[in-house]
């Protein structure tokens, strides 16, 4: 076989499997769609994928069953969705605080980068840094300097999750003082503070800002390099001496690594399409959560810095779980 005859052989082998991948996508979904939310209902992730779960069954033409499978830091519900072979199983988590795991945890049942690819990233959220309205303090350097003085609690999703870390940045940054409180989740950690059981809280603002907007949590900074507009009188967090200090929620939706490249491309065109559609939009925003998508590829390059830049973060603190 000569070289001509060696290239068009490979050309049409590479057209035929293309063909075959797109065949394959037009086909899918051959059954009912699991969205899995490794945290408990009403948190970021679970509002979000409540938000998309019913135009998604109308653009797919098929059921779509949210699965809240909590645990270990979210992490028993990503080893499900990374060990599952069905083709019809996604994650939708804080891809933030799955880029942190790999730091914090000396082992884990699964490797993030590759047991899992990024369909796409649907919207952040920053961190809201607030506390029981009974804590006597309006902003962060006086939180600082009561911290020093007294017992202070911090609720936490979970040891090692993105607030976790988030908080241990902060107490880094500024010399407070508080005790870590672990939660299976964002909406545990919320209800314990409003409840006066913990003193401060680091938590999306997707979540989190009904009980801001009720009275019943103070809130004290925003985790985002600028003001947002629906706290506008609230400054940063780097406002107030921490420097350059950003974080937040990312959500986002995975799938496991064998899925073909033409569904999870399918799935990234049609959830881009849902999540910039003017009502998922307006309403986000409207709880604080800013509409942000990306390409399976922009995906994997966001997750990989996230990974570097966090794993500084948990060196410099010690946080790490086994």
């Not at 939310?37 to 059921?63: F, H």
């Not at 599952?84 to 490797?111: E, M």
């Not at 908080?167 to 909406?187: L, M």
Request: glycine share 8%; with cysteine.
């Amino acid at each position: 076989m000569n070289r001509r005859t060696t290239f068009h052989a490979l050309a049409a082998a590479a057209l035929a499997v293309c063909a075959a991948g797109a065949a394959q996508a037009q086909q899918w979904p051959t059954k009912p769609l699991r969205i899995v939310v490794p945290y408990p209902p009403g948190g970021s992730s679970d509002i979000i994928a409540r938000s998309i779960s019913q135009p998604l069954s109308e653009a797919l033409k098929t059921t779509v069953v949210i699965e809240n499978k909590p645990g270990a830091n979210g992490n028993t519900g990503t080893d499900f969705v990374a060990k599952s072979n069905d083709g019809h199983t996604l994650l939708l988590c804080d891809v933030g605080a799955l880029a942190i795991t790999a730091s914090v945890y000396n082992r884990l049942p699964f490797n993030p980068s590759k047991d899992l690819k990024g369909a796409t990233m649907l919207a952040y959220s920053p961190h809201l840094l607030v506390v029981h309205p009974s804590v006597q303090a309006s902003n962060l350097k006086e939180l600082v300097a009561l911290s020093q003085k007294q017992k202070m609690d911090f609720a936490v999703t979970a040891i090692g999750s993105a607030p976790h870390v988030a908080g241990v940045a902060v107490e880094k940054a500024t010399g407070a003082k508080w005790e870590y409180i672990p939660y299976k989740g964002g909406s545990q950690a919320i209800n314990d503070t409003v409840a006066g059981q913990a003193h401060v809280l680091m938590n999306g603002m997707l979540a989190t800002l009904p009980f801001v907007q009720s009275g019943q949590l103070k809130v004290l900074g925003v985790s985002k390099s600028t003001r947002v507009a629906l706290l506008p009188n609230v400054p940063t967090i780097a406002e107030q001496g921490v420097k350059g200090f950003e974080s937040g929620t990312w959500q986002g939706v995975l799938m496991p690594a064998n899925t073909p490249p033409a569904v999870l491309e399918k799935v990234s065109a049609e959830l881009t399409r849902i999540i910039r559609t003017p009502e998922v939009r307006q309403r986000l925003s409207g709880q604080g959560a800013e509409v942000y998508t990306m390409t399976p590829t922009e995906f994997t390059t966001f997750f990989e810095r996230e990974r570097a830049n966090w794993a500084k973060v948990v060196a410099q603190g010690g946080v790490k779980l086994d």
